[in-house]
């Protein structure tokens, strides 16, 4: 879901959030922010600063289902900038285990 500001990504969810927003924001172009504590992906900005979930599917996943995480390529341009080149999503597949 689009944002306008970092505020309502970040700063809603933490105690301090209008501090740590402000604490970003004059870095936001050399910096990404991975996030967890959620179960769905988001990969996203607010303004110059790259927001990715690392969402946590394994937590809740029994050994017979399929589950996955991310590889994530970045690229740092030459005025320190990052930018997310592409990201990988790689599935593990479940098993049968009998216990």
Same mark, same amino acid.
């Given at each position: 879901m689009p944002v306008s500001s970092l505020s309502e990504r970040i700063g809603t969810a933490l105690i301090n959030g209008n501090w740590v927003v402000r604490q970003l924001? &004059?870095? !936001?172009?050399k910096m990404m922010v991975m996030h967890g504590h959620r179960h769905i992906d988001?990969?996203? +900005? !607010?303004? &110059?600063?790259?927001?990715?979930? !690392? &969402?946590? &599917?394994v937590m809740e996943a029994r050994d017979k289902d399929e589950t996955y995480f991310y590889i994530h390529e970045v690229a740092v341009r030459s005025e320190g900038a990052l930018d997310l080149i592409q +990201?990988?999503?790689?599935?593990?597949?479940g098993t049968d285990v009998l216990m």
């Open positions: 924001e &004059p870095v !936001a172009e988001w990969i996203g +900005h !607010a303004g &110059p600063l790259k927001i990715i979930s !690392a &969402p946590s &599917p +990201h990988d999503r790689i599935l593990v597949p």
